[in-house]
């Protein structure tokens, strides 16, 4: 972008007025030392940062530059400077002591912090930090790092931001990126205003555009946090509280960010209640929504049920699902077990996945589901869509929160309506997410006549599961129990030893079990903890009987048959093939042509040089 002549054209008068103001303030502080946020240790008379208001010419509202301008700590500082001898905010202190409060403050990495992992999420505009924090012993703590803007760029960002707010044209289709669509107006908005914006270089024009992504159409001051892949779970505890994340490596974490005032906090659960296409007030004042990228967030709006402020937790939805070989590769479960599991889906077998929050009951069930027979038509019931099924012959469906006031549901849609509209789609196989009310009694009444079932249940084990299923609200009967053929209770474990990927914890398949009767339960596997490894006995199956007797082949023939696909599915994880949509498409050429494809297996693993998996 480039100077250009008196004709070119000015930015509108509440765009100058926010820049004026911006820079009065900025030219006070020209002479001081400004605080980098990034540099290992702070200088000792940092000033908090004040958070600065754009007042709009002609409407009166207030526009915020944006939450960079309270986020990063190298933004523009008041003029209290008479008390330097004041405490500097510290990270994880309870009554952090602070002259005045900051918006949102990243904190630096500490001087004599040890990094133990560095990476980009967003090069080279956000990177993280996993380092040691010696005031909490040498515990773990996740650092955001992001470019800093310069003064000049800063002044830039905020009219550029707020002519964007009065000037952005929508797309004229919904097919166009949104992001794409926004940088676009924003070199359109930058060209048409070029002599009031300045000269920039093309480096910073980028980091321009990350923060006009960033804050515009991205997440705000935890956008970052939504970048890496290697976080499972955001929260945010309150006001004045370190953000929290769950690590898939080092677990949990507190973070540098803080929001240090209510409204900010409270203005980002109502962007993050937006983006979800929802309300959030304090008239309904909780809310279960899903952000755009299938993440699953719950929050709380003010003080009306939290006391410390809004709060939020969100958890990050895998945009490529868990295949089945993924899960073996996990060490969830081991080749013979999806071997198993494939051949029960096939024969429409109930299989139910049972555990606790947090233990992969979600992704276990949706690669399961993903071995059924290619041909079977499956509907899923849900509240919230987390499952991702590689398959076109697939009815999802979602429930509907009431949109009335009162004791009146106006427009609602449950769970227990939905599944009793899916037995009307003629399903082979009925999946519900999770059930935990009256929809129970629904779908094993499905499977009673005869149409294969598949959910998961939140509890310890498979005693608790059955307990729950006969305690209301769900109140199935004692004598449809059998009906949930297979149990397969899923767990967060410690490991004994750390993993091939160096992660000292994983999730597994505890134990399976087949259920003849009432309180009558045959174990078919079970995790050895010592080994980590799953002991199996198909031996003792009776499932696998029984789908010798329906499809008339012995039980010896049935268990070759088993070993048989074991061989497929060890052969994908050899080959490296995790895919959802690759794992399937082999699956239906399995069927097509079971001796050929069993053939190039064997002959692979046979000439392999990769040796065997120990789980095999």
Known sequence: MENEESNKTEAPDHVNSATDSLKKDSAKESSKKRFSLFS??????????????????????????????????????????????????????????????????????????????????????????????????????????????????????????????????????????????????????????????????????????YYIERDLIGFGPIHAMMLDPNIEDISANGVGLPFYIWHRRYESLPTNLFVMEKETLDNLIVKLAHLSGKHISTAFPVLDAMLPGKHRIATTYKEEVSPKGSTFSIRKFKEEPFSVIDLIKLGTINETMAAYFWMLLENRTTVVVIGGTGAGKTSTLNALASLAKPSMKIVTVEEIPELNLPRDNWVQLVSRESYGLGSVKTGEVTLFQLVKTSLRYRPDYLVIGEVRGEEAFVLFQAMATGHGGMCTLHAENLDYAIKRLRSAPMNVAETYIPLMNVAAVVERVQLPKKSSSGLSFGRRMRSIYEIEDFDVYHPIAEWDPVNDILNTNLEGSIMLRHIGEKTGKSFEEIIVEVKRRATVIKWLKERNVSESHEVVRVIAEYYVKPAAIEKIALTDLQSSTVKPSRRS
């Open 40 to 209: 290992k240790k702070p200088e000792s008379e940092v000033k908090t940062i004040e958070k600065e208001e754009v007042k709009s010419a002609e409407s009166g509202d207030n526009a915020k530059a944006s939450d960079h301008v309270d986020s990063s700590a190298d933004s523009l500082k008041n003029d209290s400077v008479e008390e330097p001898s004041k405490k500097r905010f510290s990270l994880f202190s309870k009554k952090p002591e602070v002259v005045a409060k900051p918006t949102v403050f990243l904190h630096p990495v500490p001087e004599d912090a040890q990094i133990i992992s560095s990476y980009w999420v967003k090069e080279p505009y956000a990177k993280i930090s996993i380092v040691t924090v010696p005031s909490l012993g040498g515990a773990l703590a996740y650092y955001i790092v992001e470019t800093q803007l310069a003064d000049f760029e800063r002044i830039a960002f905020a009219k550029l931001l707020a002519i964007l707010s009065k000037e952005l044209q929508p797309p004229k289709t919904n097919e166009i990126d949104a992001k794409l669509h926004v940088i676009k107006e924003a070199r359109r908005v930058a060209s048409k205003y070029r002599r009031s914006l300045g000269t920039f270089t093309d480096e910073a024009w980028g980091t321009i555009l």
